[in-house]
């Protein structure tokens, strides 16, 4: 079992933003004064950019890059370590028959089993992440959230999925989601933190901009949509407003953040439009896994399918693929 030698140093806000976060009211201040989302503008945007065809070479790299940003992931009561191994397996080699297929970027699992993908996965390049804080609901202590954190990354995970404080948000309590996110920055070490938003639960794009400042303003490596557990999960104009936050954020700071839409992403098709999104609202540079991800479980296996389709030239129905 591997443990982080890393000191729980919370980490700095960047010179640029630092006196937004000395106090409650700087903080509100700062996330009440971002510019309003135009709802009707970025629904009709994230509508439009949804229609861009893309053919042949451009679309088999699409598929391909997809691929390379899929965290792999099961996080059911009913999960099993041999189920873990299985999905190992798939995320290594996700199309076995084909040896050009790209691996996942991580495989995403419940902290006590971090340590069976650990052992899975080693020296794959595969990452393993562990989702975290009380997952799904995040309804628990901070001492239980940091405890949970610390067991994930004891065991090995090379990222934290973490969910924020919603109710905490929803009331205005922002120093209260802004030191908690810290807290678990501190805590995760040498991994990369993702902060989950629960976009679903926030109900306005007001607050999906707020909160996806107030995450980045805490340290988060990545912002995340959703748990998966909520519906509406990723949508396409609630990740282009996530994007455009990444974005700023690399214009007023130099730093570059990531952003992973999760739940609801089933078809190539559908993962073929946000990577358009990537490329229109953030930029090209978003385009690695390194920086964009995508939370799922069974777009893979449409990935794959649609990856032979365009290698082979006809479609190859569900049986030629392991469907999860």
Not at 73 to 79: R, Y
Not at 85 to 101: F, S
Not at 152 to 157: F, M, N
Not at 222 to 229: D, L
Request: proline fraction near 5%.
């Amino acid at each position: 079992m591997a443990t982080t030698t890393s000191p729980e140093a919370e980490p700095d806000t960047p010179a640029p933003l630092a006196d937004v976060t000395r106090d409650e009211a700087s903080l509100r201040r700062f996330l009440h004064g971002l510019p309003g989302v135009d709802q009707v503008g970025v629904e009709q945007r994230a509508a439009a950019l949804g229609t861009r065809s893309i053919k042949k070479d451009a679309k088999r790299w699409a598929i391909d890059t997809a691929i390379s940003m899929v965290d792999l992931t099961t996080l059911e009561g009913a999960d099993t370590r041999g189920k873990v191994r299985g999905l190992a397996a798939k995320a290594q080699r996700p199309d076995p028959e084909r040896q050009d297929c790209p691996r996942v970027a991580a495989v995403c699992v419940y902290p006590d089993l971090v340590g069976a993908a650990v052992e899975a996965l080693k020296g794959s390049g595969v990452h393993v992440a562990s989702v975290a804080t009380g997952f799904p609901s995040g309804r628990t202590s901070r001492d239980v959230k940091l405890a949970d954190t610390r067991l994930a990354v004891e065991y090995g995970a090379d990222e934290v999925d973490m969910v924020i404080d919603r109710g905490a948000f929803l009331e205005g309590r922002y120093m209260d989601v802004f030191d908690e996110i810290r807290a678990i920055k501190a805590a995760s070490g040498d991994a990369h933190l993702k902060v989950i938003l629960e976009t679903g639960e926030l109900a306005t794009y007001d607050n999906v901009r707020r909160a996806s400042w107030l995450a980045l303003l805490a340290g988060g490596d990545f912002i995340k949509t959703s748990t998966g557990k909520v519906s509406p999960a990723a949508t396409l104009p609630v990740t282009h407003v996530m994007l455009q936050a990444v974005r700023d954020w690399h214009v007023q700071t130099g730093q570059l953040r990531g952003v992973k839409p999760a739940g609801g992403i089933r078809t190539a098709k559908d993962a073929i439009k946000y990577l358009v999104a990537v490329h229109e609202v953030a930029g090209e540079q978003w385009l690695t896994p390194d920086l964009f991800r995508f939370g799922a479980s069974s777009l893979l296996n449409d990935l794959l399918l649609q990856r032979r389709t365009q290698v082979d030239g006809h479609y190859s129905g569900p049986d030629y693929v392991t469907v999860d």
